[in-house]
């Protein structure tokens, strides 16, 4: 999946990374509760990110959602995404979204595959639809 940021990012492992495309795909399995992710900045390949992989117990969304953050000092953290499965979503928590204040970030639509993250102060965490 693909989100179009219009701030700079940090991923979990600290890499720090400018406004661009966001790119999210899943690896493979390392273990039956976790997952390795290939992430790409400006289709440039940046980190092989480690999750823990759920299922969502309410209704799954119509498209797959990104969980972002902002810490106090405006920039943002990417927390994990959510895969529709059938009736239920795959979450993959690459962060703990309570790891450092309640500020995030807004988001809105963008396109086909995209969502722009802007400052806001929605309650956490932040979810920004896309589309496969």
């Known amino acids: 999946m693909t989100v ?3 701030d700079p990012l940090e991923l979990p492992d600290g890499s720090v990374h400018g406004a ?3 790119t999210l795909c899943t690896a493979r399995s390392f273990s039956p509760v976790a997952r390795l992710h290939q992430v790409s900045v400006d289709g440039m390949p940046v980190a092989v990110l480690l999750s ?5 117990e309410g209704p799954a969304p119509r498209d797959p959602l990104v969980t972002f ?3 106090r000092n405006g920039r943002l953290h990417l927390v994990g995404y959510a895969w529709p499965a059938g009736r239920r979503s795959q979450t993959y928590l690459l962060q703990d979204p309570r790891a450092s204040g309640p500020e995030v970030a807004s988001a809105e639509t963008a396109g086909p595959g995209t969502s722009v993250a802007r400052a806001g102060h929605d309650p956490p965490p932040l979810l920004a639809a896309v589309a496969p």
């Open 69 to 71: 953050r902002r810490d």
């Open 20 to 22: 661009g495309t966001l």
């Open 4 to 6: 179009r940021l219009v």
């Open 52 to 56: 823990r992989m759920g299922v969502s």
